[in-house]
Each structure stands twice: as structure tokens, then as C-alpha cells.
T-cell receptor
């Protein structure tokens, strides 16, 4: 069953804690992306990676970190520096690193700070 | 950078009517424009896309048109059905950043 898997589906974090969201794809896609979605709003780009061992900041990278050690994995860490981390986080991937190939999304992780 | 504006933010139609959602973009060099459908609590699903060398593309009840001169593109859904109710997002691929920039979304409600 090919696709993009995000885990966990729901995540609760205490203030001051770091938390890591998982994103795995078995589509053999080169590029992977992380977006944040707040209620009633569009998707904002956090980080993206066009190739293994390389990634770039998006529009709202502050308080987040990523790694791309394997082609199929692009984990996102929400650090304690992120002032308002409660949101719906979406991971996507696309074939090729141009940003102009079809991007497919996972089912998201809903993070709540308690 | 790229800026994508999407209108309307909400749209209510009767079942069987047509729905049109419009987007404008700022980067004249953008050349890839996908549309996504997002159901509640799920990730966005790609429903149709168009590249700048094409003016129109159809797939059954949905179509997308692109006007590069005016820098706008539109999603057309004909013969709407209740299962079309969802949030729809347009996006554009800017040249300086290799990732999609999204519009703010349109909540479509199809009344039975």
C-alpha cells in the first residue's frame, strides 16, 4: 500500500517540551514538505527538502527543525521555542525536486499543547 | 515571494448547480497550478492540476482554466453533488522556491 504515512494522528504536548512528528513515504519521491494548517486557514510552509541531506526553510520555520537522513523519511521537531504550536501538521512529497511535480499529502498530525 | 489569493472563502450552491472558485497569483514565472480538496480532519487530496502551456483541462465534472496574462486560474465543478462539499485549495509553484504556495481555501457546501 503506497503512500505517505504520518504518525501519530493526535499528539499532546506539555508546554516547554520538544516533540517529533513522523513522516514516511514509500513512493520513491525525492522532495518532501511540511506545512502547518490553523483552523479555517490555508497551508503555510514550514520546511522542505528537495534531496537527501538537504533542506530549506519555508515561511514559518522559527521554532521548528527537520532532518532528511533517508529518502523516505522527513521528521519534524516542534521545539519549545515555537510559541503557538497547536495546529494541524501536514507532510507531503513529490517526485523530483522542482516543486512543480504533483505533491501528495499524508493524513496529518493534530498537535495540541496542554 | 509568491502570493496566491483565493475567492470566495465560502460558497453555497444547490445540488446540480455549478460552482466556480477563483485564484490569482503574483509570480509571473509560476507554471504549475494544482487544486486540492480537503475533507474534515484529513489531508488535502489532489483533484486536478494544470501547467502553463495549457489553457484548460477537464476531468469529468471538474475543470480548471488558466489565464497567464491576467495571472489567474479557476476551478469549475459542474453538476455538484453533496459529496463535493469540502474545502478546496488552489496553489501555485513559484520559481524561486521549489514548494507550493497555497491560497486560503474555499469552503464549498452543496445543499441537497
Amino acid at each position: 500500500d503506497g503512500g505517505i504515512t504520518q504518525s501519530p494522528k493526535y499528539l499532546f504536548r506539555k508546554e516547554g517540551q520538544n516533540v517529533t512528528l513522523s513522516c514516511e513515504q514509500n513512493l520513491n519521491h525525492d522532495a518532501m514538505y511540511w506545512y502547518r494548517q490553523d483552523p479555517g486557514q490555508g497551508l503555510r510552509l514550514i520546511y522542505y527538502s528537495q534531496i537527501v541531506n538537504d533542506f530549506q526553510k519555508g515561511d514559518i520555520a522559527e521554532g521548528y527543525s527537520v532532518s532528511r537522513e533517508k529518502k523516505e523519511s522527513f521528521p519534524l521537531t516542534v521545539t519549545s521555542a515555537q510559541k503557538n504550536p497547536t495546529a494541524f501538521y501536514l507532510c507531503a512529497s513529490s517526485l523530483g525536486g522542482t516543486g512543480q511535480g504533483r505533491a501528495f499529502f499524508g493524513q496529518g498530525t493534530r498537535l495540541t499543547v496542554v | 515571494g509568491e502570493n496566491v489569493e483565493q475567492h470566495p472563502s465560502t460558497l453555497s450552491v444547490q445540488e446540480g448547480d455549478s460552482a466556480v472558485i477563483k485564484c490569482t497569483y503574483s509570480d509571473s514565472a509560476s507554471n504549475y497550478f494544482p487544486w486540492y480538496k480537503q475533507e474534515l480532519g484529513k489531508g488535502p487530496q489532489l483533484i486536478i492540476d494544470i501547467r502553463s502551456n495549457v489553457g484548460e483541462k477537464k476531468d469529468q465534472r471538474i475543470a480548471v482554466t488558466l489565464n497567464k496574462t491576467a495571472k489567474h486560474f479557476s476551478l469549475h465543478i459542474t453538476e455538484t453533488q453533496p459529496e463535493d462539499s469540502a474545502v478546496y485549495f488552489c496553489a501555485a509553484s513559484p520559481t524561486l522556491r521549489r514548494a507550493l504556495t497555497f491560497g486560503s481555501g474555499t469552503r464549498l457546501q452543496v445543499q441537497p
